[in-house]
């Protein structure tokens, strides 16, 4: 199974960065997954992640170091409009996902 | 415009009712999932469906029950309804249970069961 744990919440300015961790234990780790969830909304895919090292989407990038369990979702020159909750997905070896709890990031001006 | 969609958007039920949530997808894609979201503990996995004619249990799937008659349609079945199951459901997609395939999530129905 998959143990998944990342903040409950953070909060930053608008224009600054913003960085959500995410540490995994897993019986079978096949990629992990950031969504993003605006309140009242369905989860629309961010990133995805199957070696280590960096993967770089416009003003998000997303890091993942396998032997450390260890994920990061980063968030440059925020927006209002990136104020929503993120999920780390872990995906296991027969291509389930298991989330995370999800961190609440709030923006403000 | 090509998605996921999901019925009845909200529900309120009677403990002991049956219900079938529906879901239908026109991107053909093979692989459809049932999750169930409560606040505190993210989205957790109830039936999984990799292609039409076969399903699977997720992590939760006690009280639950889906079909796959075909490649568009994953309903999603609660035998009789018990206050526990009430939560937000998602519905979603993937073009293949494997490789780099995204999962692709329906708006959601809330359920509340009384």
């Known amino acids: 199974g998959q143990n998944i744990d990342q903040p409950t919440e953070m909060t930053a300015t608008e224009g600054a960065i913003v960085q959500i961790n995410c540490t995994y234990q897993?019986?079978?780790?096949?990629?992990l997954f950031w969504y993003q969830q605006h309140a009242g909304e369905a989860p629309t895919f961010l990133s995805y992640?199957?070696?280590?090292g960096l993967e770089e989407k416009g003003r998000f990038s997303s890091f993942l170091s396998r032997s450390k369990g260890y994920s990061y979702l980063l968030l440059k020159e925020l927006q209002m409009k990136d104020s929503a909750s993120y999920l780390c997905?872990?995906?296991?070896?027969?291509?389930?996902?298991?989330f995370g709890a999800g961190t609440t990031v709030t923006v403000r001006a | 415009i090509a998605g996921i969609t999901q019925a009845p958007t909200s529900q309120i039920l009677a403990a002991g009712r049956r219900m079938t949530l529906r879901c239908t997808q026109d991107?053909?894609?093979?692989?459809m999932y049932w999750y169930r979201q409560d606040l505190g503990l993210g989205l957790r996995l109830i039936h999984y469906?990799?292609?039409?004619?076969?399903?699977g249990k997720g992590e939760v799937p006690d009280g639950y029950s889906v079909s796959r008659a075909n490649t568009d349609d994953f309903p999603l079945t609660l035998a009789s309804a018990v206050p526990s199951q009430t939560s937000v459901y998602f519905c979603?997609?993937?073009?293949?249970?494997?490789?780099?395939?995204?999962?692709?999530f329906g708006p959601g129905t809330r359920l509340t069961v009384l």
């Open positions: 979603a997609s993937s073009e293949v249970a494997g490789a780099t395939d995204t999962q692709y």
């Open positions: 897993t019986s079978g780790f096949n990629g």
């Open positions: 992640n199957v070696l280590d």
């Open positions: 997905a872990v995906r296991d070896r027969d291509y389930k996902l298991s």
């Open positions: 991107m053909r894609h093979n692989a």
């Open positions: 469906s990799n292609t039409a004619g076969t399903t």
